[in-house]
């Protein structure tokens, strides 16, 4: 899930302002087409809004700036997001009512909680994996299996030692493979985010009022 907004050339956010991001160098978007036409498709370019904001804080006309800018720049340049993961987990019934618009799903983050058939669509739960340990996470993914619910697991990078180049904390490649092989050896499944919403969340219905849908 990448954001949106463009500084300049060809970067995502983050780089071309000149501020050093958290999580590193980001991607290109020649390096985001090459990954989303990966052939066995298992990488999906979504949407994390134009300016990275806290949703839930925002009018009406600048939500909409949000979603209908981010927008337009993906589809510009080739992409279709169908999904926004809302920064820092911030959303309310007015975010929601706008993602209806823009989106098929919003993801927010409700750290440990899990996803069945009757979760709202544009309020999807997930938890990180950045400063989870493997015993925390599987613990998860098991009260999930019992429960018959699907968890949504994330992170804001992978690297090999589990830290960016400025020291922050993230996935390591040891850590996500061993929460792979773990949900393979007991019987789960892994699903692509279109996947799960298509089979566990189908039966959800937005009932909220209708609003202008931009041409984008």
Not at 84 to 110: C, H, K, M, Q
Not at 162 to 173: H, I, K, N, P, R
Request: glycine share 8%; hydrophobic share 30%.
């Amino acid at each position: 899930i990448i954001t949106g907004r463009v500084e300049s050339g060809d970067r995502t956010f983050g780089m071309d302002s000149g501020a050093p991001s958290q999580w590193g160098e980001v991607v290109t978007w020649e390096q985001l087409r090459e990954m989303h036409q990966s052939p066995v498709g298992a990488i999906s370019v979504q949407n994390h809004t134009h300016t990275h904001p806290t949703l839930g804080t925002l009018t009406e006309e600048d939500l909409f700036h949000e979603f209908d800018e981010s927008q337009k720049i993906f589809k510009k340049r080739g992409f279709n997001p169908k999904y926004i993961s809302y920064p820092f987990g911030s959303t309310n019934d007015l975010v929601r009512l706008y993602t209806s618009a823009f989106f098929e799903a919003g993801r927010s983050t409700d750290y440990d909680k899990w996803n069945n058939q009757e979760s709202n669509k544009f309020h999807t739960k997930a938890m990180t994996m950045d400063t989870k340990s493997i015993a925390e996470i599987k613990n998860k993914i098991d009260e999930a299996r019992l429960k018959g619910e699907w968890i949504d697991l994330y992170g804001h990078a992978v690297t090999p030692g589990g830290l960016t180049d400025q020291g922050t904390e993230c996935v390591s490649t040891d850590k996500l493979e061993d929460v792979i092989l773990y949900v393979r050896e007991n019987n789960g499944i892994i699903l692509s985010l279109d996947d799960a919403i298509n089979a566990y969340m189908n039966n959800f219905q937005w009932t909220g009022h209708n609003i202008f849908k931009a041409s984008l």
